[in-house]
């Protein structure tokens, strides 16, 4: 199964900005669309934003404009710059790899934004 490594989380205040970074080292990263997802206390977990193979993005409505993805396919990673923070982003954010409308990784433990009012 695919495995994943996500980092860059960490607290900030409202308004701030983090750059989260998201590792798939063991797959054929090119050919995946990569997601970044998240989940919030009590709630379930969201697709915030992907990108295909072929660079094509999409995101959340409650993100667009302040986020984006990106993705390196040689150092096989994704991206995720995350500007003007809200303290409704607060959730643990997971990346994970798609493939034929499945996803393919496991879910590790994600990476911990916190935004403070």
């Known amino acids: 199964q695919v495995q994943l490594a996500e980092s860059g989380g960490g607290l900030v205040q409202t308004g701030g900005s983090l750059r989260l970074s998201c590792q798939a080292p063991g797959i054929t990263f090119s050919i995946y669309t990569m997601g970044w997802y998240r989940q919030a206390p009590g709630k379930q977990r969201e697709l915030v934003s992907s990108i295909t193979s072929g660079g094509s993005t999409n995101y959340a409505d409650s993100v667009k404009g302040r986020f984006t993805i990106s993705r390196d396919n040689a150092k096989k990673m994704v991206y995720l710059q995350m500007n003007s923070l809200k303290p409704e982003d607060t959730a643990v954010y997971y990346c994970?790899?798609?493939?034929?409308?499945?996803?393919?990784?496991?879910w590790g433990r994600g990476t911990q934004v916190t935004v403070s009012s």
């Open positions: 994970n790899a798609v493939l034929s409308g499945v996803v393919r990784g496991s």
